[in-house]
């Protein structure tokens, strides 16, 4: 997991975006261990790239201006977050976080 997050300290850092300490375990337990993208729960054992595997979606992508940081992160499956890819759609959802 340290060599994910550091993967995505890195791709926000290269966008000139902000980056804060974003602890994958702490995401996941906030969202209840849940997709954000289709509701489903996430195999807390999977590993990417299991499809149910436990990621870090940025709501707003960092591709289109979104920061790294707690409040932009939530819990994905795998599978989930490559389909969307770098696609936004869930910055409504930040207005209410």
């Given at each position: 997991m340290a060599k994910?997050?550091?993967?995505?300290?890195?791709?926000?850092?290269?966008?000139?975006?902000?980056v804060a300490n974003v602890s994958p375990q702490k995401v996941f337990?906030?969202?209840?261990?849940?997709?954000?993208?289709?509701?489903?729960?996430?195999?807390?054992?999977?590993?990417?790239?299991?499809?149910?595997?436990?990621?870090?979606?940025?709501?707003?992508?960092l591709a289109s201006g979104g920061t790294h940081e707690p409040l932009n992160c939530r819990a994905a499956h795998f599978l989930c977050n490559s389909i969307k890819g770098d696609r936004g759609g869930g910055e409504q959802l930040l207005l209410v976080a």
């Amino acid at each position: 997991m340290a060599k994910r997050e550091a993967k995505h300290r890195r791709r926000a850092i290269k966008r000139n975006a902000f980056v804060a300490n974003v602890s994958p375990q702490k995401v996941f337990e906030r969202d209840g261990w849940k997709c954000h993208l289709c509701g489903k729960a996430i195999n807390r054992k999977a590993v990417v790239p299991h499809p149910k595997a436990p990621t870090i979606d940025h709501v707003i992508p960092l591709a289109s201006g979104g920061t790294h940081e707690p409040l932009n992160c939530r819990a994905a499956h795998f599978l989930c977050n490559s389909i969307k890819g770098d696609r936004g759609g869930g910055e409504q959802l930040l207005l209410v976080a």
